[in-house]
């Protein structure tokens, strides 16, 4: 003979302090928990005396299942997926309180911006800049960096910017925001941690790429006109 | 072949030996120099602006011996003045772009060259001879503080050249070379960022340098 207890799965919870408890199994049928294993008789176990018991039954060799007080059986023990308390309920480790940071994703929005800055970023492609390159005046590329993507895509820094066809951007700390756009609200640039040495240059939807600064490099001519990639 | 060793040593460490005497280059020594002259003239195109013009090889030649023989006047101070006469002698070939631009290739150094010579009498011979040559070559002297006597046009003219004379221009901050097309052109080249590129330029004054 042993004792049967139902719970409602939603005080699977409390189960965890059962771990102890020898013999002690448990399965899920649905909504309900079901625990075998406790023996009739002796004193009854505190920490089982105290679970939310929603049934309880006195199940007999042949697994019939006698309500408590009651000399009629009203079923069977169902065939369930029994397991070990230990494995029913395993162990979390515990979510330090202090110290630590909560990080919340948080969606970047982007939206028109009624400031005004100067430009900083302009991204245009390989055939205009070399083109540029080609005439420009060093005084102007030398205030001028450049980085180039395997798509023949040059994201030019720096100021001021040549008269290219392409896409500007305003800086933002370590963000290039597209022209006319700023982040919404505003106050995402002071909690947005860029990861470090990393240009994050923002499309107008909100999507965004990390272009490492080690990947930029003097608007030399020689440097310009040697840039080559597998579309040219 | 001490002339092509003083050219290679100046092109790739930027020092230089002469010897200690007025000697004439063989053949040999000079086809050399002719040689190293070309290879830096293919090297320094990579940085510099589309079009310029080719090497003249004679024009270079006569900077590069010139710039020798200069050398070897300012260390040998017991030389006779009267040999600067055959030995100093001005260029004679074409005032074009292409002569501009292949004597820069050695006179770029007219600057560390005028350093040198510093401590000589401003009214020595051959500080006022470096000085006629100074001012003979414009692209090569800018930032010398010496008024050009020479023709322009032949620099404004051609687009690369052009572009290579107002930035050193403006790395200089020459007034003394802003005439009226180099005015026009460099407001064409700073645009709306005099004030970033040569702070504090005022054109209204400059005409007072023409």
């Known amino acids: ?232 | 072949m001490q002339f092509s060793e003083f050219l290679n040593s100046l092109f790739s460490e930027g020092r230089v030996t002469v010897a200690r005497a007025l000697a004439d280059f063989n053949a040999a020594d000079l086809e050399a120099s002719a040689r190293l002259i070309a290879e830096l003239d293919r090297t320094e195109r990579l940085e510099m602006p589309a079009e310029l013009p080719g090497l003249n090889k004679d024009a270079a030649l006569w900077a590069a011996q010139y710039l020798y023989r200069s050398i070897q006047f300012v260390l040998l101070r017991e030389l006779e003045a009267e040999l600067m006469e055959n030995y100093l002698q001005p260029y004679t070939g074409t005032l074009d772009d292409s002569a501009m631009w292949s004597v820069d290739l050695l006179f770029r150094h007219l600057g560390p060259l005028f350093k040198f010579s510093s401590g000589i009498s401003p009214d020595d011979p051959l500080v006022q001879r470096l000085k006629e040559t100074a001012a003979a070559w414009p692209l090569s002297s800018v930032g010398l503080n010496i008024q050009t006597i020479a023709d322009t046009q032949p620099i404004l003219n051609n687009a690369a050249l052009k572009t290579i004379y107002l930035d050193r221009i403006i790395a200089h901050r020459d007034l003394t070379r802003l005439g009226e097309r180099e005015q026009v052109a460099l407001t064409e080249t700073m645009g709306l960022y005099q004030e970033q590129f040569w702070p504090g330029l005022e054109f209204n004054e400059l005409t007072k340098h023409d």
Request: hydrophobic share 40%; no cysteine; charged share 20%.
């Open chain 1, 1 to 232: 003979m042993e004792k049967i207890l139902v719970l409602e799965n939603k005080y699977g919870d409390t189960l965890g302090g059962l771990r102890g408890i020898p013999g002690l199994k448990a399965a899920t049928d649905g909504d309900l928990i079901w625990l075998r294993g406790i023996a009739v008789g002796g004193t009854p176990d505190k920490r089982i005396a105290s679970l939310p018991v929603l049934h309880r039954y006195t199940a007999d060799p042949v697994e019939r299942l006698f309500p408590d007080q009651q000399k009629t059986p009203t079923g069977k023990l169902p065939k369930l997926d029994w397991q070990p308390i230990k494995a029913f309920v395993p162990i979390e480790l515990p979510v330090s309180a202090m110290p630590g940071k909560l990080f919340l994703p948080v969606t970047i929005r982007l939206s028109r911006s009624a400031v005004v800055q100067e430009v900083f970023a302009l991204m245009t492609d390989l055939k205009s800049w070399k083109a540029y390159a080609e005439t420009a005046a060093g005084t102007r590329l030398q205030t001028l960096s450049f980085a180039v993507s395997g798509k023949g895509e040059v994201l030019v820094i720096g100021r001021p910017l040549p008269q290219l066809p392409g896409k500007t951007f305003w800086p933002r700390d370590q963000m290039l925001l597209p022209s006319g756009y700023d982040l919404d609200p505003p106050v995402l640039g002071a909690l947005a941690e860029a990861p470090k040495e990393t240009l994050m240059l923002f499309e107008p939807d909100g999507n965004w790429q990390a272009i490492p600064i080690a990947h930029f490099q003097p608007a030399r001519r020689s440097a310009v006109r040697l840039t080559e990639t597998g579309h040219d």
